[in-house]
């Protein structure tokens, strides 16, 4: 004998399968949006909703798919609930700014989903992948850095090429190239999509692991930067100082593990993404740059990398969002200027 689950086989009065309805829009966080251009090309997305006790709430980018399609036919249908007890909503969708938005339904999406969609800032199109440099920065502390830094470097952006290219592909196969380029979450919604629901918490725990490691990574190369940056005066000389026993610099960790601290418990650091993406690449176009200079006797590679690589920094530092732009160009011309002032200033010492 197999028990039956009642709660899917025997019938349900009206009154009851509405209750469960108005249970599920209450209790669930995501849905299923069906959408279609002018057409017919239909798009299905999770989304995460709130719903009001009226009308359903839904957060997406007038860019995306779903967003596109609201906004030029308005007609939607959302899909509640496992695929044996499903709750089908059809309805005609109205679209709000960010500017727009009710500020209690802000508050109570926000509440619900755990995250506001009103501080949302769309994701820049580059990525940047910063590993070769801090191997470079910790040089200092590598045994024979001359031989081991030029064999890590290829393996280090050799592993990292073959995990995104996996991650890359296996999701695009699970989600398809639209709902991909809608996901808010997409290795969650990949997980989700192929029946693993045990596999959210794993790529939470996860993400959270590689963000940490990505941060403590920075604060070592970051800090080794301002390292170098004392022993020249750039700095305050302090800062220079070297631990007797484990030969690390421990005031530039210490200070910067503490900026780090301050900043991410006080700030919101998201607003920052595309100037620091603009940051990155400047300094890997200067990197490149400066490769071209190398004579034949340093190592210099062919004179297509460098430019290559110089070409292909500049125009992803000045694709990205223009405060971005703006804001990374200001900050670099005062840097400059600031060390323009301070070498005459120099200059005009030792004269």
Same mark, same amino acid.
């Given at each position: 004998?197999?028990?039956?689950?009642?709660?899917?086989?025997?019938?349900?009065?009206?009154?009851?399968?509405?209750?469960?309805?108005?249970?599920?829009?209450?209790?669930?966080?995501?849905?299923?949006?069906a959408?279609?251009?002018?057409?017919?090309?239909p798009?299905?997305?999770?989304? !995460?909703?709130?719903?009001?006790?009226?009308?359903?709430?839904?957060?997406?980018r007038?860019?995306?798919?779903?967003?596109?399609?609201?906004?030029?036919?308005g %007609?939607?249908?959302?899909?509640?609930?496992?695929?044996?007890?499903?709750?089908?909503?059809?309805?005609?969708?109205?679209?709000?700014? =960010?500017?727009?938005?009710?500020?209690?339904?802000?508050?109570?999406?926000? !509440?619900?989903?755990?995250?506001?969609?009103?501080?949302?800032?769309?994701?820049?199109?580059?990525?940047?992948?910063?590993?070769?440099? =801090?191997?470079?920065?910790?040089?200092?502390?590598?045994?024979?850095?001359?031989?081991?830094?030029?064999? !890590?470097?290829?393996?280090?952006?050799?592993?990292?090429?073959?995990?995104?290219?996996?991650?890359?592909?296996?999701?695009l196969?699970?989600?398809?190239?639209?709902?991909?380029?809608?996901?808010?979450?997409?290795l969650?919604?990949?997980?989700?999509?192929?029946?693993?629901?045990?596999?959210?918490p794993?790529?939470?725990?996860?993400?959270?692991?590689?963000a940490?490691?990505?941060?403590?990574?920075?604060?070592?190369?970051?800090?080794?930067?301002?390292?170098?940056?004392? %022993?020249?005066?750039?700095?305050?000389?302090?800062?220079?100082?070297?631990?007797?026993?484990?030969?690390?610099?421990?005031?530039a960790?210490?200070?910067?593990g503490?900026?780090?601290?301050?900043?991410?418990?006080?700030?919101?650091?998201?607003? !920052?993404?595309?100037?620091?993406?603009?940051g990155?690449?400047?300094?890997?176009?200067?990197?490149?740059?400066?490769?071209?200079?190398?004579?034949?006797?340093?190592?210099?590679?062919?004179?297509?990398?460098?430019?290559?690589?110089?070409?292909?920094?500049?125009?992803?530092?000045?694709?990205?969002?223009?405060?971005?732009?703006?804001?990374?160009?200001?900050?670099?011309?005062?840097?400059?200027?600031?060390?323009?002032?301070?070498?005459r200033?120099?200059?005009?010492?030792?004269?």
């Amino acid at each position: 004998m197999t028990p039956v689950d009642c709660s899917f086989s025997c019938p349900r009065s009206p009154e009851q399968r509405k209750r469960e309805a108005l249970e599920r829009l209450v209790r669930d966080n995501d849905v299923w949006v069906a959408t279609a251009d002018a057409t017919g090309e239909p798009c299905l997305v999770p989304l !995460a909703f709130w719903w009001d006790g009226e009308a359903v709430w839904l957060a997406t980018r007038d860019t995306n798919p779903p967003g596109r399609n609201l906004c030029s036919s308005g %007609r939607v249908r959302l899909s509640f609930g496992h695929t044996r007890d499903v709750v089908l909503v059809h309805g005609t969708a109205r679209m709000l700014t =960010r500017e727009e938005l009710p500020a209690e339904v802000g508050d109570a999406f926000a !509440a619900k989903d755990g995250w506001d969609p009103r501080k949302d800032h769309p994701r820049t199109s580059s990525s940047a992948s910063p590993g070769y440099a =801090r191997i470079a920065t910790l040089g200092e502390e590598a045994r024979d850095p001359a031989r081991t830094i030029p064999r !890590a470097i290829p393996i280090a952006l050799g592993i990292t090429l073959v995990v995104y290219a996996l991650v890359a592909v296996s999701v695009l196969l699970v989600l398809g190239p639209d709902p991909l380029a809608s996901a808010e979450a997409p290795l969650t919604d990949a997980a989700r999509a192929a029946d693993a629901e045990w596999l959210v918490p794993v790529v939470r725990v996860g993400a959270a692991v590689a963000a940490l490691g990505s941060l403590l990574a920075l604060i070592l190369g970051v800090s080794r930067t301002t390292l170098a940056m004392a %022993r020249d005066h750039h700095l305050p000389h302090a800062l220079a100082a070297v631990h007797p026993r484990f030969k690390v610099p421990h005031r530039a960790e210490l200070l910067v593990g503490a900026v780090v601290a301050v900043a991410a418990a006080t700030t919101d650091v998201r607003g !920052a993404i595309g100037f620091s993406s603009f940051g990155v690449l400047a300094y890997y176009a200067i990197a490149n740059a400066s490769a071209w200079t190398l004579t034949s006797t340093e190592g210099r590679p062919a004179r297509i990398i460098p430019a290559v690589g110089l070409a292909g920094c500049l125009v992803l530092a000045f694709t990205l969002p223009l405060p971005s732009v703006l804001t990374g160009a200001a900050v670099l011309l005062i840097g400059a200027a600031a060390y323009g002032i301070r070498q005459r200033v120099w200059f005009s010492h030792h004269e």
